[in-house]
């Protein structure tokens, strides 16, 4: 006697009817993975505004010690996080954070994404800025950039640019970028240099 077929029945229509069950992990592993890229920019974000937290928590207590004026503002700037040190209402940042060329400034934005790192157990691309340096670097880099990319337009060759720090390098790869060029660093640090070729 052979025992009755329990086995549920299957329309021949429905898309379960094909479906192994290696493809049914496969869709719901796509599903998840689908659910992770579409909450990966807010969980993103979330890890940047946390890095400015673990930062700023850093610079007062080093504005602290330093016995320094000084409050801290924490944003996101596209995938970084971005921390200043700003004028307060007890007085003005000391200048001597930004230091000569801003040499300081990198030291103190080095010495605070290691903190971030020690405390996240991430590597930090944090951008740090002291009393607007930043800033008013970023606009005269602009306008240099927009110059020598002026000068590649109408001669047609290739512009090499003075030294210059990496975030200014970035801010000139960027303007390069924009106008429709392209461009490269060349050379060793602290030398390495921004070359904007013609298009």
Do not use: C, W
């Amino acid at each position: 006697m052979t025992e009755p077929d329990t086995s549920p029945v299957v329309e021949q229509n429905s898309p379960s009817a094909i479906e192994t069950p290696e493809q049914a992990v496969s869709q719901s592993t796509a599903a998840e993975q689908a659910a992770d890229t579409e909450s990966s920019p807010a969980s993103l974000t979330s890890a940047l505004e946390r890095e400015g937290e673990v930062a700023a928590d850093f610079l007062e207590q080093l504005l602290d010690i330093a016995d320094m004026d000084g409050d801290i503002d924490v944003d996101v700037d596209g995938e970084r996080a971005a921390v200043a040190i700003v004028d307060s209402e007890e007085g003005r940042v000391s200048r001597r954070l930004v230091g000569t060329d801003g040499k300081v400034l990198e030291a103190l934005q080095e010495l605070t994404r290691l903190a971030v790192q020690a405390a996240t157990g991430e590597r930090s691309r944090l951008m740090l800025d002291v009393a607007g340096y930043r800033a008013e670097r970023r606009a005269a880099v602009v306008a240099v950039a927009k110059t020598a990319i002026a000068t590649v337009k109408s001669t047609n060759e290739k512009v090499a640019m003075d030294s210059m720090t990496a975030f200014e390098r970035k801010v000139v790869h960027d303007t390069v970028l924009a106008a429709g060029l392209v461009s490269e660093s060349e050379g060793v640090e602290p030398q390495r240099y921004v070359v904007i070729l013609p298009a």
